[in-house]
Nanobody, 127 residues
Framework: QVQLVESGGGLVQAGGSLRLSCAASGGTFSRYAMAWFRRPPGKERESIAAISWSGGGINYAASVKGRFTISRDNAKNTVFLQMNSLKPEDTAVYYC????????????????????WGQGTQVTVSS
């Protein structure tokens, strides 16, 4: 059973930065596509960024492209989300997710494609 644990959330002022981490255990992390999603208060879950198991395929939502960077360290079974130039509308619970059996360079942005989910970490951006 794969377990995902997010960390790094918190309260930050607009324009600031945060780095989220998602540590995986119980599976073959180096063969999982990984992604970050978020659920803003009162809204539906939305995809943010995804990275293939090799790191060669990366996708971003238009709302975060140029501000957020997804990366992974397969030796540490961890995926990261560097968030810069944060805006109040980035306030949400952020979740990481893992997709088993993904092809190389495949980094889907659809939530239903992911098999495992973390519990989430709160990010609050004040204006």
């Amino acid at each position: 059973q794969v377990q995902l644990v997010e960390s790094g959330g918190g309260l930050v002022q607009a324009g600031g930065s945060l780095r989220l981490s998602c540590a995986a255990s119980g599976g073959t992390f180096s063969r999982y596509a990984m992604a970050w999603f978020r659920r803003p208060p009162g809204k539906e879950r939305e995809s943010i960024a995804a990275i293939s198991w090799s790191g060669g395929g990366i996708n971003y939502a238009a709302s975060v492209k140029g501000r957020f960077t997804i990366s992974r360290d397969n030796a540490k079974n961890t995926v990261f989300l560097q968030m810069n130039s944060l805006k109040p509308e980035d306030t949400a619970v952020y979740y990481c997710a893992a997709k088993a059996g993904a092809l190389n360079y495949y980094a889907p942005m659809r939530g239903y494609e992911y098999d495992y989910w973390g519990q989430g970490t709160q990010v609050t951006v004040s204006s």
